[in-house]
């Protein structure tokens, strides 16, 4: 059984960090693509990162150049590094996985909610002024 378990939000200033934690568990961890997502109150939930299984990342515009996505396979755990946040950052953060069939890798690019198999409960990020 699949599990996602976030952890590392929390009430912040603006300009300043966070680091997000993912761990997961029940499926081939370095096979998969991971990502996170977010969703502020009364707003749709926006794709921010990914990290596909051979390490390489994408990011929407919105958290470009500010946040860093990451995964230590060996730990089984996703990261999401967040610098220079602002109060627009405010919002529930998700991971999410794609697991690719057995055997295979995963290599999407896709940050569509509707790809993804797997979803952890979220760790809320508040950022004030």
């Known amino acids: 059984q699949v599990h996602l378990v976030e952890s590392g939000g929390g009430s912040v200033l603006a300009g300043e960090s966070l680091t997000l934690s993912c761990e997961a568990s029940g499926y081939t961890f370095d096979a998969s693509c991971m990502s996170w997502f977010r969703q502020a109150p009364g707003e749709e939930r926006e794709g921010l990162a990914i990290i596909r299984s051979d390490g390489r990342t994408r990011y929407t515009d919105s958290v470009k150049d500010r946040f860093t996505i990451s995964r230590d396979n060996a730990n089984r755990t996703l990261f999401l590094r967040m610098n220079s946040l602002k109060v627009e950052d405010t919002a529930m953060y998700y991971c999410?996985?794609?697991?690719?069939?057995?055997?295979?890798?995963?290599?999407?690019?896709?940050?569509?909610?509707?790809?993804?198999?797997?979803w952890g409960r979220g760790t809320q990020v508040t950022v004030s002024s």
């Open positions: 999410a996985v794609v697991v690719p069939d057995d055997g295979l890798y995963c290599y999407t690019w896709s940050l569509a909610e509707h790809d993804y198999h797997y």
